[in-house]
């Protein structure tokens, strides 16, 4: 079974620049998360999808970030513009159902951006 | 407010040591899961460990062991014997059984030395 991929593994931006990340979440995970992890801390997390519907997105930085999961398959997250504080791993995850502490994450490799 | 804590940031260990990872948890609910999540270089999170807050069992599988103590809010992990593949951070996560959001603490990087 495939895992979560994720691209670009690594982005190097210029701050006020734009950038998109991609993610393919396990076949038939019906929830989608996205974490940020910055340097020397603990994933926290941006946005979970259920299907293509929004359920949590209180820590997204709604004024630069943004993310969608149409069709309820693929996910992009998006910045824009860019600041040097965005430098972190984004972590893209999913799991079967979400709505249940049973069910597991599964963790894509990361985009690690770096905002210069 | 959910809070996980990590207060070791970094441990250093000969190879066949036996280390204890500390996690400490804050939360208001009666119902909750926690979790260690293993990170090693590659980057990926690894799921190791599940458990709620009605199964205070403690739990061995292999070299892990785990010891979750609802009174002092602890769910501790150790492993026995460490290798050097054992390197990692390691992160302790909390996930309430409201919005199932999962907060994580900031990790104990574990380094063993052949």
């Known amino acids: 079974e495939a895992g979560v991929a994720q691209s670009p593994r690594y982005k190097i931006i210029e701050k006020r620049q734009s950038v998109a990340f991609w993610c393919n979440p396990i076949s038939g995970h019906a929830t989608l998360y996205w974490y940020q992890q910055i340097l020397g801390q603990g994933p926290k997390l941006l946005i979970q999808?259920?299907?293509?519907?929004?359920?949590?997105d209180s820590q997204l930085p709604k004024d630069r970030f943004s993310a969608e999961r149409l069709k309820g398959v693929d996910s992009t997250l998006k910045i824009q513009p860019a600041k040097l504080e965005d430098s972190a791993v984004y972590l893209c995850?999913?799991?079967?159902?979400?709505?249940?502490?049973?069910?597991?994450?599964?963790f894509g490799p990361g985009t690690r951006l770096t905002v210069l | 407010a959910q809070k996980v804590t990590q207060a070791q940031t970094e441990i250093s260990v000969v190879e066949k040591e036996d280390v204890t990872l500390d996690c400490v948890y804050e939360?208001?609910?009666?119902?909750?899961?926690l979790f260690w999540y293993k990170q090693p270089p590659s980057g990926e999170l690894v799921f190791l460990i599940r458990r709620n807050s009605f199964d205070e069992q403690n739990e061995i599988s292999g070299r892990y062991s785990w010891n979750f103590q609802k009174s002092t809010s602890s769910f501790n992990f150790t492993i026995t014997a460490s290798q050097v593949v054992d390197s990692a951070v390691y992160f302790c996560a909390l996930m309430n059984t409201g919005g199932f959001k999962t907060i994580f603490g900031a990790g104990t990087r574990l380094f063993v030395k052949a």
């Open positions: 939360t208001r609910d009666t119902t909750y899961y």
């Open positions: 995850a999913s799991s079967l159902v979400g709505h249940s502490g049973d069910d597991e994450q599964f």
């Open positions: 999808f259920q299907n293509n519907g929004v359920v949590d």
